[in-house]
């Protein structure tokens, strides 16, 4: 099989010098540190070719993901003046290879442009044989945007690169074994496109429905060998989300989703693609789950069947169940664990970490999902909005259980929409929620509830404190007396105040 050569956009005549020599001016006169920015990461040559690349490549990526940028390398930093430029240590560095090397380590490649400052360097300094390099980094065109071949992605806050999640070998990333692009529904690719023009309010872009597959990755052109004209790989991940019933029985027959109600008589299977069983499921005003569950609200529930998809275990042969009864509420389990790191206590909070990475990214380009880790605190916010206690998380027996009573406090409901541009907090509204239901709550239990250290739990807690929203005696806290009263009279009342709120 032979793959596409690689092709880097652009050359050093295109490359504008301009910002770069307003970088090396300030460098002169200031130390690396102070000079980089949310838009600029800076480097040195490190210890070795192998370290300077993949430093390299996760400074790219990390810039590509938040807004675009430049990346310089060769500056050593905490050092004043000229002395921080020096002579690159290594023969085989150039343009060429720093783009090839950023290419190599980066998922999806990031496009880059590479530039040799070395003479830029030199006419400004007046200093010979040292060596500098600019990368210009343009703003990911991917909705899940770049990880390094480790499987983490970072993100730019300020002048860090901060964690913003880590990706598990995918399988969903590998070719479909026999699988053409013939095998996916135009049906559900269209309703995609329209639905990520939807979600994203943006015009149409892909010239067909190729492009679109393309974009994500989720096709990839290919030659086979002996053969002149480009075929295309189909993923694992193009065949679950879109995949034609046949094709989806052929590849993967354990893929299926059972439904089990109290007002069904038998339970209901679907065998298809994600697309279209999340339509069914939960898309329109005769959508199954929507027209059973009226106390969840929309978001959630599509929330949680998406999840269910996306994080589940592939290497299980089993399918998604989901029990809707009056006594237990919503209960939907999926094939597979939490993984590495993640845990039921910290999963609002937590760094997350995929499973199906390719998969996740193709199902938020289709508009299923939003942007990456917010999901929980959707669930979270939906479910406590509606007055219902906290979502329940079980990961055990190789399998992941999300649970959602149907039941709740319709006073704790009325108060939050009375209270919505108070309480958008979801802290607040998390620790509201427990001294309405249990009266008294000791700091641990509120961290715990909140999945905060006790350390910013504590801030969040003064705070509430001041706003006159808690009160703390005797080694417990909860509601001062006038928000209950609020909260038990929200139907009597016509005109509350909250002082201090």
Known sequence: MSTNPLRFPGNEAHFNQKPIRKIVADLIVQTAEEV???RLEIKDWCKNEQELSEKVAEACACIANTYGGYVLVGVANKIQGQRKFSKCPYPNVSTSWLQSRIYDLSRPPIDNIAFDASALLSEMTSAMGHNLYAIRVPRTRFVGGHVTTRGISKVRVGK??????????????APAPGVRVDDLSTASVDWAMAQHQRHYGVPCTWANRHEFLEQERLIRPFLPDEDTSANFQVSLAALLLFGKVPALQRVAPFFETTIITDKDSNPIRIRKNIIDTVRELCFGETALLLARLPQIPDNVIKELVVNAYV???????AGVMINISDMDGLEIKSPGGLLTDLSVRNLIYGVPVYRNLLLANGA??????????????????????EGLPFPEFESADNNFTARVALAGSSHFKQFLRTRSEILSNLDEVIVLRV?????????????????????????????????????YADKFFRLTIGVRRDIENIFQAGQLSLEGM
């Open 36 to 38: 980089e920015s949310e």
């Open 435 to 471: 001294l309405w239901a249990k009266n008294l709550a000791s700091l641990e239990d509120l961290c715990v509830s909140m999945q905060r250290k006790p350390e910013f739990g504590s801030r969040v807690l003064d705070v509430m404190t001041k706003k006159n929203m808690i009160e």
């Open 364 to 385: 938020r380009f289709a508009g299923l999902c939003d942007k990456i880790g917010k999901g929980i605190d959707i669930i979270f916010k939906g479910v406590l909005s």
């Open 311 to 317: 994080h589940r275990c592939y290497r299980v042969g």
């Open 160 to 173: 860090e690169c901060v964690p913003q999640y880590t990706a598990e070998d995918d399988r969903t990333s």
